[in-house]
């Protein structure tokens, strides 16, 4: 069980049978009546926002999460096949289960998975990925870091925007939480 007045951006609830992910919170103390919380919940499983306020005190299951660190070891098909680290167990996911995030997935990529009730909710990317620019306007001499941007399109098949400098064979650092360039390698 978690208190109200314990919730801070990131933590995880049960509600209603489902996990919930606390996205924003707001401790409120009124002048006259009791203090309560006010939070942005987000359905880990659906994806679906709302806005609940808890009672300032008020208890919550906390939801008891299990990461297991594994490796994207191929694609099968339209099913992204991982490695448990500790076991080597292999666990097959759909796009649908990944999401977005399948986007920037490479091979022996490490990754964190997430599961609540022997049920996989989420895989975490690290926080930056290094890939090539397969495809990308060509860069012209006098194009410069503070100039503009255009789309280039890296080894995994993802779409960034990149300065204009960049040119297709160059390695670039993009962070997977944004989708935004962060330099070369």
């Known amino acids: ?44 499983q659906t994806g679906n926002v709302v806005e609940k306020t808890f009672r ?14 594994m490796q994207h070891t191929y694609k099968d098909g339209e099913e992204f096949v991982f490695m448990d680290m500790e076991s080597f ?45 397969v495809d990308t306007d060509p860069g012209v001499k006098g194009d410069t870091a503070t100039g503009g941007t255009k789309p280039a399109i890296v080894s995994t098949g993802a779409q960034v925007m990149v300065p204009l400098f960049i040119s297709i064979g160059e ?6 939480r944004n989708d935004s360039y962060q330099g070369r390698e």
């Open 1 to 44: 069980m978690i208190s109200s007045n314990d919730f801070r951006t990131g933590v995880s609830i049960e509600l209603d049978g489902s996990v919930w992910r606390v996205v924003e919170f707001l401790h409120v103390k009124p002048g006259k009546g009791s203090a309560f919380v006010r939070t942005k919940l987000k359905n880990v």
């Open 56 to 69: 300032a005190g008020e208890t919550v299951p906390q939801a008891n999460l299990e990461k297991r660190p």
């Open 89 to 133: 167990e292999e666990t097959r996911l759909s796009e649908a289960q990944i999401g977005d995030r399948s986007k920037y997935l490479t091979e022996e990529m490490e990754v964190n998975i997430l599961t609540w009730n022997d049920q996989i909710l989420e895989v975490e990317l690290p926080n930056s990925v290094v890939l090539e620019v």
């Open 171 to 176: 390695r670039i650092k993009i962070d997977t």
